[in-house]
Structure formats: structure tokens, C-alpha cells
Nanobody, 124 residues
Framework: VQLQASGGGLVQAGGSLRLSCAAS????????IGWFRQAPGKGREGVSC????????YYADFVKGRFTLSIDEAENTVSLQMNSLKAEDTAVYYC??????????????????WGQGTQVTVSS
């Protein structure tokens, strides 16, 4: 079971990046999946998560209207399109998958499989 995140980089404020997460060893469409981030000196926080089954998508308030999570079942990948990036979006971004149901739609403590993280740096 492996998740491989990619697509991070350095971008100016107002710019866009697209993160991708490729899964191997399991089918992403059978799990809840999500993107999380961790800025220096801060805890890991949920950015956007998609539940299994009904595929409801949750967005943290600080990314609503700017970020879009999508899944490509044929490619077994999940992506995060990030637009209108701000300096405060600077963080290491992780993709993750969850096996069991949780009342918290995007709590990192409930996710079991994690990718290695990709750095996103937004210059102001």
C-alpha cells in the first residue's frame, strides 16, 4: 500500500499549483481520501477530504472557493487544484486514505495511509 504525492513547488501569491497523489496496492475509490498540510511549527490540518461511498467533499474554510479536490478512478489518483494561492498556504502537503468511518470528515488522526508529502511555497 503506497501513496505518492507530487506537484509541489514555489509559486507567487495569486498563482496556482496542482498536486497529485497516485495510489498503488489498493483502490482509492474504496476509501475516504484527503489532503492535509503542515506548516512549520504547526500541527497537521485537514485541507479537503472526500468520503467513500457518496463522495461528499469537505473543504476547510480557509480554502473554500480556491481549492478543488478530484479523483480519477481510471488512473487511481486524487488531485488538489489550488488557485489564488496565498503566502499562508505555504506548507508540506500530504495525501492520505482512511479505512473506517469517522464523524470528523477531515481529521488527520483518523487516516491510516499517508503519502510522503510535497512542499508548497507561496511567495508574497
Amino acid at each position: 500500500v503506497q501513496l505518492q504525492a507530487s506537484g509541489g513547488g514555489l509559486v507567487q501569491a495569486g498563482g496556482s499549483l496542482r498536486l497529485s497523489c497516485a495510489a498503488s496496492g489498493f483502490r482509492l475509490d474504496r476509501f475516504a481520501i484527503g489532503w492535509f498540510r503542515q506548516a512549520p511549527g504547526k500541527g497537521r490540518e485537514g485541507v479537503s477530504c472526500m468520503s467513500s461511498g457518496d463522495r461528499n467533499t469537505y473543504y476547510a474554510d480557509f480554502v473554500k472557493g480556491r481549492f478543488t479536490l478530484s479523483i480519477d478512478e481510471a488512473e487511481n489518483t486524487v488531485s488538489l487544484q489550488m488557485n489564488s494561492l496565498k503566502a499562508e498556504d505555504t506548507a508540506v502537503y500530504y495525501c492520505a486514505a482512511r479505512i473506517y468511518f469517522s464523524d470528523d470528515p477531515c481529521g488527520p488522526q483518523d487516516y491510516h495511509f499517508w503519502g510522503q508529502g510535497t512542499q508548497v511555497t507561496v511567495s508574497s
